[in-house]
């Protein structure tokens, strides 16, 4: 069964650090693009960043860029999302999903096949 798990959520205080990961169990994510979403109370779900099979694609959206780093690390079937200098506004339940592309990722999250559950990001004093 393929499943991806996102794990590191939690409450932190503006200015301050998570990295979350998202770990696939059924399959290897040596050839799927992947993808971080959030969806914050009230709003629709947004992409925030992406990854390609080999890491060559790395896109951002405006709103985290130079503070939020993508990563993936193929030997451990795991990617990561390391968010820095964190605003109340990324508070939001963040998602990582998968699709089986090569040499570039999407920001769509229609273009997404796979899905984990979410894990909760609270930035509050």
């Known amino acids: 069964q393929l499943q991806l798990v996102e794990s590191g959520g939690g409450l932190v205080q503006p200015g301050g650090s998570l990295r979350l990961s998202c770990a696939a169990s059924?399959?290897?994510?040596?050839?799927?693009?992947i993808g971080w979403f959030r969806q914050a109370p009230g709003k629709e779900r947004e992409g925030v960043s992406c990854?390609?099979?080999?890491?060559?694609?790395?896109n951002y959206a405006d709103s985290v860029r130079g503070r939020f780093t993508i990563s993936r690390d193929n030997a451990k079937n795991t990617v990561y999302l390391q968010m820095h200098s964190l605003k109340p506004e990324d508070t939001a339940i963040y998602y990582c999903?998968?699709?089986?592309?090569?040499?570039?990722?999407?920001?769509?999250?229609?273009?997404?096949?796979?899905w984990g559950q979410g894990t909760q990001v609270t930035v509050s004093t």
């Open positions: 990854i390609s099979t080999s890491g060559g694609d790395i």
């Open positions: 999903a998968a699709v089986q592309t090569y040499y570039y990722c999407s920001g769509d999250e229609d273009e997404y096949d796979y």
């Open positions: 059924g399959f290897t994510l040596d050839y799927y693009a």
